[in-house]
């Protein structure tokens, strides 16, 4: 006997909020490396430094996301929910933010597949009916609003 999944709490968080909480996310990111980089702990430029900007990029996402949303989806009232409407974990978290990874990739080749990622990534949220992205489909996991 198989039960029907749990309805998940909200509604599906459209492509444009979750558009500005990534933005906003960015932010956050750049207000963390700024201070590092005048400090002399990170490298103005060159890989040593992409790098660690992608990690703590990825780190950030991955770890915020598992426990119910980064800072930006916060302040825009979002939640990352896992199948049973509860937070995803540290699993789904990292599965669903791995396409950050995609800037590691060296030089322009780095940027244009980060870009693509992100223009399909979008795109598949909005063609979705419940608004979820190949990440989140990947994941098991949903962006949502309260309702």
């Known amino acids: 006997m198989s039960t029907a999944p749990p309805a998940l709490p909200g ?14 996310d960015g932010l956050v990111i750049l207000f963390v490396v700024v201070p590092l980089v005048l400090a002399g702990i990170l490298p103005e430029e060159g890989t040593a430094g992409a790098v660690a900007v992608v990690a703590m990029s990825f780190v950030y996402s991955a770890v915020l996301d598992a426990g119910g949303g980064t800072l930006g989806k916060r302040l825009l009232r979002l939640t990352v929910t896992g ?14 933010n791995l396409w950050l990874l995609t800037s590691l990739f060296p030089g322009l080749v780095g940027q244009a597949t980060a870009t693509a990622v992100s223009i399909v990534l979008a795109i598949s949220i909005a063609k979705h009916p419940t608004e979820l992205g190949w990440h989140d489909r990947v994941a098991g996991t ?5 309702a």
């Open 83 to 96: 199948p049973d409407g509860r937070r995803p974990g540290l699993g789904p978290g990292a599965t669903r």
């Open 142 to 146: 949903a962006v949502r609003r309260p």
């Open 11 to 24: 509604t599906p968080a459209d492509l444009g909020s979750r558009l500005i909480a990534r933005l906003v």
